[in-house]
């Protein structure tokens, strides 16, 4: 069974940066593309990012080009690059591996001045 744990989260104030990383128990974590979501209170669950297995990404309209994903299976670590953070990026960070439903327990995102 694939482990997913976050780390990384934080408090910061509008403007900063954090860098979110996901590590997974294991190699094989590599055939699957990965997915950091979030999940604001009171509110849905939101996909933010997304990486294949041959490294392409996708991002949802409210992260485009303020967040960059990557991945790097030798380390076995999915990280999320969070730039020019707003208030509205508060929320809990979820890890996902597509292809085994696998979930990390989150980290904490605190964007505030």
């Known amino acids: 069974q694939l482990q997913l744990v976050e780390s990384g989260g934080g408090l910061v104030q509008p403007g900063g940066s954090l860098r979110l990383s996901c590590a997974a128990s294991?190699?094989?974590?590599?055939?699957?593309?990965m997915h950091w979501y979030r999940q604001a209170p009171g509110k849905e669950r939101e996909l933010v990012a997304r990486?294949?297995?041959?490294?392409?990404?996708n991002y949802s309209d409210s992260v485009q080009g303020r967040f960059t994903i990557s991945r790097d299976n030798a380390k076995r670590t999915v990280d999320l690059q969070m730039d020019s953070l707003k208030l509205e990026d508060t929320a809990v960070y979820y890890c996902n591996a597509v292809e085994f439903n696998a979930w990390g327990r989150g980290t904490q995102v605190t964007v505030s001045s």
């Open positions: 294991a190699s094989f974590f590599g055939i699957s593309a």
């Open positions: 990486i294949d297995q041959v490294h392409r990404t």
